[in-house]
């Protein structure tokens, strides 16, 4: 069965750009920004930050329907372009501004580890982004569990 999902970007050339999917709309940053602090978030962040909403949500459901008890769950990532200067246009660098590595960890408190590693190898199973993530770069994510 085929289903297909889809969101709208628009913006002139005066305003920050704007997606919009089904009743939702959000404002997005630069693509990528070299800045300590902005207004927005940038593309990459919102994508990598869906990454782990996407692994944080997929272990939440699998764990409510298996009744596995979890009282709290945090995912932090990182990850590195394989040339973020290409992005900017510095001239005579070469490479591309893809994402060369995405690392992860997901911390989560819980009496039962070994119900917990179990529901994560099938949240990544059934993970649409970090499945299309893994096809296209490395990603390595790691789960610590605690009582």
């Known amino acids: 069965m085929k289903h297909e999902w ?3 970007v628009r913006t002139d050339s005066t305003k ?3 997606a919009t999917a089904r009743n939702h709309s959000w404002q997005v940053g630069e693509p990528l920004t070299f800045a300590p ?3 927005r978030p ?3 962040e919102l994508a ?3 990454l782990a909403a996407d ?3 997929g272990l939440q459901r699998i764990c409510r329907v298996r009744r596995i008890d979890f009282d709290q ?3 932090s990532m990182r990850w590195t372009l394989d040339n973020p200067l290409t992005y900017v246009g510095v001239i005579g660098e070469e490479g591309s501004p893809a994402i060369a590595q995405i690392d992860g960890v997901l911390y989560v408190s819980s009496s039962d580890e070994e119900a917990v590693q179990d529901a994560w ?3 990544l199973a059934r993970s649409p982004l970090f499945n299309t993530f893994n096809k296209a770069t490395v990603v390595s994510l790691r789960l610590t569990v605690t009582p």
Do not use: I, Q, Y
């Open 16 to 18: 920050v750009p704007t």
């Open 42 to 44: 940038s593309a990459l």
């Open 121 to 123: 190898k099938v949240a």
């Open 55 to 57: 692994l944080v949500g």
């Open 37 to 39: 602090k902005d207004d």
């Open 73 to 75: 769950a945090e995912m």
């Open 6 to 8: 889809s969101v709208r």
């Open 48 to 50: 990598v930050g869906a």
